[in-house]
């Protein structure tokens, strides 16, 4: 059985903890992020990851059309003793929610720590989607999803200012960036360790590059996509032409717009590569 | 030259009217909608769309790394006779500015009106997007570009809770939906319509689809994409049936997601469609 408590306090220092880790820098010193509702927080088990502190609140639970009190009570018993149980009044519980309506069950949960050690082998032909530069975190979690969707093996986060765990990333990614491993590194480093590994790196640009359905994604494939606005650095442009990649670009046929957002560029560059793998 | 004048009040009634269009029913009401911030009022210009009203705010326009009113100025005397220019005191700016940071210009126009006369004959083999359902502006406008990407003749909005002149769809459309025809509808007219035009209707379904890459998109095609979580209705498989379309889906590759975003799906078939016509 875990340990369980009533907290009635706002200013309670373990509740002040969890709407710090709403930011990016308290969630990477403690290693931890939040599961908010019980869709997300029953995926984050079926991942296997711990819960370390479960709070709750029976008011929020009990109202019409939401998940019973009874179900968080039966998922609070099967935690192992060194975990938290805490009730919490609707005033405290919509102080640490992150969503507007709360159900009124969050999770404190330890972020799985992923490595350069977590990418497959070149010789396996992995796949791999590396997103540069990313400012948006609802944007980095629709693309773990699509790369998680494609088959893709992991994703690198070069020179982001989110992280997948982000309360936004985590939602939109539906549960994907707690098993798809995500590796943040600099720019620098992810053409370095790349390059090392023995990947052919795709970079999505209109410098010189040819249309997406005219490369071979079949081999060690890492799929780069840039910032909409600035693109890509020339050193992904030189790792492309360094690593047997290619310079990719998906061709338009608009009337207006002159490029594709992010997630949609990446969407359709992993899915031609899964088109080529399997057909 | 247009009539210039200054406003002061918060109440004035034209400030309540701007605000009253962040409302699709009173943009329906009044067939306008808001452009803010120069790029898009430049992108609406650029797609011929007249301004009839243009708010300003010297104080918010000149500070650094911003748009000097000198322009806006240019643009402002450039307007025909019976456009209002009016100069707001910062406070009032930010009353009717969307965005957080507001740039200090924002500008009334009038929706462009489609209908179905605007969806291209059959015979011409035109690319089509339908999605069904949609909740979120953000999640409309990005579908919206990329259909204009993947040259779509049109998109179908059927049975929409939003419109895309809602100001987060024309901003996620980086200014397609002022160029690109959007037919609103309930998803009984639509399904009726596109049969009676000829389409060949292909419905995103995962009961007894066949794969995308597998099936033909050369012809009059429409792409129907379904609310996430509860898909498409047995009206558009039928539909899909009956048109010579298909019932499609996407394989998934995945370890944990079950599903594509709809914008990610999107795109996936639109450039599945457009890497068939064009190869």
């Known amino acids: 059985m875990p340990r369980s408590l009533h907290i009635t306090s706002l200013t309670n220092p373990r509740i002040k903890q969890v709407v710090r880790l709403r930011e990016q820098r308290h969630r990477r010193k403690l290693g931890l992020f939040i599961a908010e509702g019980s869709r997300e927080i029953t995926r984050a088990c079926a991942a296997g990851l711990p819960i370390v502190e479960l ?9 019409p059309g939401r998940h019973d009190s009874a179900a968080i009570n039966r998922l609070a018993t099967g935690l192992p003793a060194d975990a938290l149980v805490a009730e919490l009044p609707a005033a405290v519980f919509r102080k640490i929610a992150y969503v507007r309506e709360p159900e009124g069950v969050l999770a404190v949960i330890p972020q799985p720590t992923w490595s350069w050690d977590d990418l497959p082998a070149a010789a396996t032909s992995p796949l791999c ?3 540069v530069g990313i400012e948006k975190p609802g944007n980095l979690g629709a693309m773990v999803r699509t790369a998680d969707a ?5 994703v690198v986060t070069a020179g982001a200012v989110v ?7 985590i939602r939109t990614s539906t549960g994907a960036v707690f098993t798809l491993p995500t590796i943040a590194a600099s720019e620098a480093e992810a053409i370095d360790r790349l390059t090392t590994l023995g990947y052919r790196i795709f970079a999505s640009t209109l410098q010189q590059a040819v249309p997406h359905t005219d490369v071979d994604f079949t ?5 780069v996509i840039g910032p909409e606005d600035v693109g890509l650095a ?9 690593t047997a990649g290619r310079r990719v670009h998906i061709p338009m046929h608009s009337r207006t717009v002159d490029s594709l957002n992010a997630a949609a560029a990446a969407a359709i560059l992993l899915f031609e590569a899964t088109r080529q793998r399997h057909r």
């Open 55 to 63: 709070y709750h609140c029976p008011e929020l639970l009990d109202q």
């Open 129 to 131: 989607l590396v997103t």
């Open 150 to 154: 494609a088959g893709a093996a992991a």
């Open 163 to 169: 992280d997948p765990f982000n309360p936004n990333a």
């Open 219 to 223: 081999g060690p494939t890492a799929i």
């Open 234 to 242: 020339d050193a992904w442009l030189a790792a492309a032409d360094r």
